[in-house]
């Protein structure tokens, strides 16, 4: 994303043992108006340029874009795959931050989906061709032929979800069925929470919760991590984990 000059100043709110998400901040904009906002309001946050970028990657120094880009590439290199032949569905895109960095690894991203037209709005105003297709998911059977076709016509293989499983998020169910479109041999890369992938009862039960009715995925690579600091103190563990659905 090009730096951006920022009409705004951000004031994050520190009270301690504030849950992920519903952390606040306030926005003050040059013409005096404000807008108090909750980390996970993005339908609020990505309509504003740069705003997600600086509370979530800069102030809250979130890894979970570098992590999952990272790890997708040593899963890909291990393979002796070229990134170039791998064609990426970013689920849960938002404003694009993950297909950029995957971008800039050499992945190809042709297509990203998210809940919100803010989320797309964002992307094509922030990276514009970044993605050749942006589906709008909202969890409709419409939609759902929307990735459908999206996936077939630009042969994906891969698919990434970087902080946008769980409650208030995609439902596992959404994902699985997603991933159920992709052929064998393609790529998964996640991050969810730590607490959330043992919930799930570890990465390989959690891989085959994702797998459906298909064979199971394989877990080639699981690894836990700071996901990003609280606004009121303290940081939040994920997992990311690789995985690739088995060929034949
Ligand atoms: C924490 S943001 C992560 C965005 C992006 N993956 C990143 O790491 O920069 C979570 C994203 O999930 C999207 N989301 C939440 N619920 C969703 C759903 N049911 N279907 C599709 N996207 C959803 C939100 O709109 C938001 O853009």
Not at 27 to 55: A, F, M, N
Not at 113 to 125: H, P
Not at 146 to 172: D, F, K, M, Q, Y
């Amino acid at each position: 994303m090009p730096q951006t000059q920022t009409d705004y100043v951000i004031e994050l709110d520190p009270r301690p043992g504030v849950a992920q998400g519903e952390e606040r901040f306030v926005v003050r904009h040059d013409d005096g108006t404000e807008q108090q906002i909750r980390v996970k309001d993005y339908e609020l946050i990505y309509p504003i340029p740069g705003l997600y970028e600086e509370v979530v990657q800069r102030r809250l120094e979130c890894s979970s874009p570098q992590i999952i880009v990272e790890r997708l590439a040593d899963a890909v290199a291990a393979a002796d795959q070229d990134p170039a032949d791998v064609r990426v569905l970013d689920v849960g895109a938002g404003n694009g931050v993950i297909g950029e960095g995957l971008r800039d690894a050499g992945f190809r991203v042709p297509v990203g989906s998210d809940a919100l037209v803010e989320a797309r709005d964002a992307a094509e105003r922030d990276r514009p061709g970044l993605y050749a297709e942006y589906v709008i998911d909202d969890g409709t059977p419409d939609a759902f032929g929307a990735i459908e076709g999206a996936v077939r016509r630009h042969e994906l293989n891969a698919l990434t979800c970087a902080s946008a499983l769980g409650p208030g998020h995609i439902p596992i169910e959404r994902l699985v069925a997603v991933w159920g479109l992709l052929p064998a041999g393609s790529l998964i890369a996640l991050t969810a929470s730590t607490a959330l992938v043992a919930d799930w009862g570890g990465p390989q039960i959690a891989l085959n919760a994702v797998s459906g009715d298909d064979a199971p995925t394989e877990v080639v690579h699981h690894e836990q991590f700071r996901h990003r600091l609280l606004v009121g103190g303290g940081s939040v563990d994920y997992d990311v984990i690789v995985g690739r659905k088995p060929i034949g």
